[in-house]
């Protein structure tokens, strides 16, 4: 029975017999050294070598009770974990997760031993640190005014381990679920070929998935690989950390910044500027339309002219943005007349000009206009007269007549989704952030171009401001997450070098781009999907950080959609969440556990035969039950989880317990913002 039972939450009996032992030792190494005469009935040397046998035995005895003392006190409370930001492990080959170890079917038993109500009593704080807690609640007030109090209050409160009435630590959950591994934790690496798997973080909010990810991305850094982080509430802890790593790795030069809510630190960032294939750009901005229902087909139409205006804009040597895409939309006549003439001139007869101008000063041409280009551009009009009376074909140039042709009050209902959104994103400073004039040499802001990035190895930090506008940080956190898939799929085929000359004229491997979505809910879309499974290899190496299952069903609205996500992330991090169905996208991939729980019997027989001497029997039995497929983790264990821990499965779908070291403040960290702007202005050459 011994076997299958840890058998330590009971009082240490052993210091009993350890005590006794040393006392006789004692006794018996006392009388031998000093020439008195022996207590004991033996020569001295046997008195000496029976002496030291007790005190072997004694401390023996004196260990395992200590044993016992200890393994319950690491059950009320777990021995703090911090380190300085500097001393942070990292590795070439692995990934430092924090302190952990691997869970197993011990772990569970021992779980279920512990939480038998039985031995609850022996894993309560005690009464002095009851007595402890009841004067820091009573004296609150009257410790403001007398410091003799206060200092006394401040004594009891510190985290000092001379303090034996310390308060415990703030982190909620069950501490039992690391307490009961606690003997067999080590530091916990991820081999960072697994990392090629991707990485799903979930918890709900404030349990610790942005500490998380300062531990992530300051490994990242210190590699020397490119970090992107895509950062929708723009926590300025997590962009002041990232910049005390960029200055520790000296890679200050490398570190940018794109952040919606402070425009003027912020380098400036075309969601749209480039692509492999123009198509991307109508989707990119169609895709943060609604989707569902009648709104389906007003998508559509408005992927169609955003597909039509980016054409023309790129035939005439421009690039697509967030400014000339609406202004096109709302008024195609310009940009109709623009590519007409582009195109007439190289296929039309050199006296194109002279006709159209003649028809323009028509009267009688005049009237006979179609009743839709009553009103418009009469330039325009001449031009798609010329160019449809001559039987022309191009694809463009049918796509603008289309637009012009269009009956003006039924085409602005086509567009009316549309227009706002594009009106959000080209609003204030945000919209000279995300449409940058390329020929405005006096904005010394730099753009940022993925291909250099990545290329450079480089540091970015996104913050997109959602709590201040989450329509847009939608919009453009989706809109960047297609750009950098467009991006994956040119490093898939030509590399990151296409294009540049190298040392030995082959096609280079791509560098290692890792890729950190916090609040993956709030920019998830459809091409994450395909980022996930074929950015591999492109060097991608995504993380994403989210709260819930229902999370990426609402975001890509779809259950299916996020099922099939889900099946791309091989490596999943939990911490605590709040829904069970969460939780079992964990416990649903685990084997099952043998639990062994010990009942006790007790059973008395009367005998009613008066020639019997035997008047009853008593009978009392301890019984081992099995339970051979209890859960290896349960959904409640996950929702119980204290702040800062989390069970990893990774590594071919082991499962590990682990917690993260408590954050110290980096003195490498700016103090505020204003900090990094002069920095960064320093480096664009402007003016503070």
Same mark, same amino acid.
């Given at each position: 029975m011994a076997n299958y039972f840890d058998n330590r939450l009971r009082r240490a009996w052993e210091f009993g017999p350890a005590l006794v032992h040393l006392s006789v030792a004692g006794l018996l190494l006392w009388t031998w050294p000093v020439g008195r005469e022996p207590a004991w009935p033996l020569p001295p040397d046997l008195a000496r070598q029976f002496g030291w046998a007790f005190v072997a035995i004694g401390l023996w005895r004196a260990w395992e009770g200590w044993q016992i003392v200890r393994y319950r006190r690491r059950l009320r409370r777990l021995p703090r974990f911090s380190a300085p930001a500097r001393y942070l492990p990292w590795s070439r080959q692995g990934l430092y997760l924090g302190r952990g170890f691997e869970w197993g079917q011990h772990h569970v038993q021992r779980l279920v031993e512990a939480r038998d109500p039985k031995v609850r009593r022996l894993l309560e704080p005690g009464r002095l640190y009851r007595l402890a807690r009841g004067f820091e609640r009573a004296s609150e007030r009257a410790s403001e005014t007398m410091p003799w109090l206060r200092r006394l209050r401040d004594g009891t409160q510190a985290q000092r381990w001379w303090n034996p009435v310390r308060?415990?630590?703030?982190?909620?959950?069950?501490?039992?679920?690391?307490?009961?591994?606690?003997?067999? !934790?080590?530091?916990?690496?991820?081999?960072?070929?697994?990392?090629?798997?991707?990485?799903?973080?979930?918890?709900?909010?404030?349990?610790?998935?942005?500490?998380?990810?300062e531990l992530l991305v300051t490994q990242d850094i210190r590699r020397g690989d490119c970090v992107i982080v895509i950062d929708p509430k723009g926590d300025l802890d997590l962009?002041?950390?990232?910049?005390?790593?960029?200055?520790?790795?000296?890679?200050?030069?490398?570190?940018?910044?794109?952040?919606?809510?402070?425009?003027?630190?912020? !380098?400036?960032?075309?969601?749209?500027?480039?692509?492999?294939?123009?198509?991307?750009?109508?989707?990119?901005?169609?895709?943060?339309?609604p989707g569902e229902g009648n709104s389906a087909a007003f998508r559509e139409f408005a992927w169609r002219f955003v597909n039509t205006v980016s054409r023309a804009l790129v035939a005439l040597g421009g690039k697509p943005d967030y400014r000339a895409i609406p202004r096109y939309v709302t008024d195609v006549d310009p940009l109709l007349?623009?590519?007409?003439?582009?195109?007439?001139?190289?296929?039309?007869?050199?006296?194109?000009?002279?006709?159209?101008?003649?028809?323009?000063?028509d009267p009688e041409w005049a009237k006979r206009l179609p009743r839709q280009h009553q009103g418009r551009d009469r330039h325009a009009a001449a031009l798609v007269w010329y160019y449809r009376e001559h039987g022309y074909y191009d694809d463009v140039c049918e796509?603008?007549?289309?637009?012009?042709?269009?009956?003006?009050?039924?085409?602005?209902?086509?567009?009316?989704?549309?227009?706002?959104?594009?009106?959000?994103?080209?609003?204030?400073?945000?919209?000279?952030?995300?449409?940058?004039?390329?020929?405005?040499?006096?904005?010394?802001?730099?753009?940022?171009?993925?291909?250099?990035?990545?290329?450079?190895? !480089?540091?970015?930090?996104?913050?997109?401001?959602?709590?201040?506008?989450?329509?847009?940080?939608?919009?453009?956190?989706?809109?960047?997450?297609?750009?950098?898939?467009?991006?994956?799929?040119?490093?898939?085929?030509?590399?990151?070098?296409?294009?540049?000359?190298?040392?030995?004229?082959?096609?280079?491997a791509p560098p290692i781009v890792n890729l950190h979505t916090d609040?993956?809910?709030?920019?998830?879309?459809?091409?994450?999907?395909?980022?996930?499974?074929?950015?591999?290899?492109?060097?991608?190496?995504?993380?994403?950080?989210?709260?819930?299952?229902?999370?990426?069903?609402?975001?890509?609205?779809?259950?299916?959609?996020?099922?099939?996500?889900?099946?791309?992330?091989?490596?999943i991090v939990a911490m605590r969440v709040r829904t069970e169905e969460t939780a079992k996208l964990i416990t649903d991939q685990l084997v099952s556990a043998r639990v062994f729980t010990r009942i006790d019997e007790s059973r008395e027989t009367d005998n009613n035969d008066p020639s019997n001497p035997v008047d009853f029997q008593a009978q009392n039995a301890t019984r081992v039950s099995e339970q051979p497929k209890a859960d290896l983790l349960s959904p409640a264990d996950l929702i119980r989880l204290p702040v800062g821990q989390a069970f990893a499965l990774i590594d071919g779908g082991r499962l590990y317990k682990v917690r993260l070291p408590m954050a110290e403040r980096d003195p490498l960290e700016p103090k505020s913002l204003k900090d990094i702007g002069a920095r960064l202005r320093e480096r664009w050459g402007t003016a503070a």
């Open positions: 308060p415990l630590p703030d982190v909620g959950g069950d501490g039992l679920l690391h307490g009961v591994g606690l003997e067999d !934790e080590h530091p916990l690496w991820m081999n960072l070929k697994a990392r090629q798997g991707h990485m799903l973080v979930l918890g709900t909010t404030g349990v610790g998935k942005t500490r998380l990810a962009l002041f950390r990232m910049w005390a790593e960029a200055v520790r790795a000296d890679k200050l030069d490398k570190f940018r910044i794109v952040h919606l809510g402070f425009p003027e630190i912020s !380098e400036r960032y075309n969601p749209t500027g480039r692509f492999n294939r123009i198509t991307e750009v109508a989707t990119r901005i169609a895709n943060q339309l007349i623009d590519y007409f003439e582009h195109w007439l001139d190289r296929n039309a007869p050199a006296d194109w000009r002279t006709t159209v101008t003649q028809a323009e000063r796509g603008l007549k289309g637009i012009f042709d269009h009956d003006k009050a039924h085409y602005d209902k086509l567009t009316g989704n549309l227009l706002p959104l594009m009106q959000k994103l080209t609003t204030g400073k945000v919209g000279h952030l995300l449409a940058p004039d390329y020929g405005d040499t006096a904005d010394k802001r730099p753009i940022l171009e993925w291909d250099k990035v990545i290329r450079g190895q !480089e540091i970015v930090y996104v913050g997109l401001d959602a709590l201040t506008d989450s329509e847009v940080a939608d919009a453009v956190g989706a809109t960047m997450l297609a750009d950098l898939t467009s991006m994956a799929g040119h490093l898939y085929k030509h590399g990151a070098f296409d294009g540049l000359p190298t040392l030995s004229g082959d096609r280079q609040e993956l809910s709030r920019v998830v879309g459809p091409e994450y999907v395909p980022l996930l499974n074929m950015a591999r290899g492109a060097g991608f190496r995504v993380t994403s950080y989210t709260q819930s299952k229902k999370d990426l069903e609402a975001g890509l609205g779809s259950v299916a959609k996020a099922g099939q996500l889900l099946d791309n992330w091989n490596n």
